[in-house]
């Protein structure tokens, strides 16, 4: 860190608004990011503040390091989805994804869960039966990444049972809240998700 603060101030400006940018960019898949592709990340989005400063003699050349995250969020709002789409309809690219299947639904943006079900590497089962019931609560209905998933159960199904037997107490009064459940990806065997548009 010290190194970086001996830096030129028109290069730790490049890296400032190069890095503020990927944060943003690639926010959901930053823990699976290559080293070499952090780098080629930062100082893209680095190059526009990097001229700026450079033909720029102002102090004012600086509130150029603001551009590396409105490019990225530019990029995720309008363009990301069409590029992905034009590669796979030009049959560039057979994926309609940057990462692998759970990436793909911890980070799809504009759709929502509507019911969840998860099955234990232990054989038991859960179920959230509509998140619908849960919007408004403290967290969302359900929260999922890398790590694993967090939902409220309201039924679970022992490995011998046939029948789901409802959770209790699930949902309780505002001074206590709902219950939500954490399961670790690792202790995750099986899961389903129905998915619609996410509601406005």
């Known amino acids: ?13 490049t890296l400032v608004a190069g890095y503020l940018g990927y944060i943003i ?4 898949y930053r823990k699976t990011e290559k080293l070499t ?11 526009p503040t990097a001229l700026t400063v450079q033909l720029w003699e102002s ?6 390091v603001l551009s ?3 490019i990225a ?3 995720l709002k309008f363009a990301d989805y069409k590029w992905t789409d034009f590669l796979y309809k030009s049959k560039v690219s057979h994926n309609m994804n940057t990462g692998d299947v759970w990436k793909t639904l911890s980070s799809h943006k504009g759709v929502a869960a509507t019911q969840i079900k998860l099955v234990h590497k232990n054989g038991n089962q859960y179920l959230c039966s509509s998140t619908m019931e849960f919007f408004g609560d403290v967290f969302a209905p359900f929260i999922m990444d890398e790590d694993g998933i967090a939902f409220y159960v309201t ?17 309780l ?3 206590f809240g709902s219950m939500i459940t954490y399961f670790p990806r690792a202790d995750i065997e099986f899961l389903e998700m129905r998915y619609t548009t996410k509601l406005k």
Do not use: C, H, S
């Open 59 to 64: 102090n004012w050349a600086y509130l150029a």
């Open 25 to 28: 960019l690639k926010r959901d």
């Open 37 to 47: 592709d952090v780098w080629m990340f930062v100082l893209l989005l680095g190059l």
């Open 1 to 13: 860190m010290q190194e970086l603060l001996q830096l030129p101030l028109q290069i730790q400006a």
């Open 68 to 70: 590396g995250p409105i």
């Open 155 to 171: 039924d679970t199904k022992g490995k011998e049972d046939v029948d789901w037997t409802e959770v209790g107490q699930v949902k």
């Open 73 to 75: 969020y530019l990029w």
């Open 173 to 175: 009064e505002p001074e």
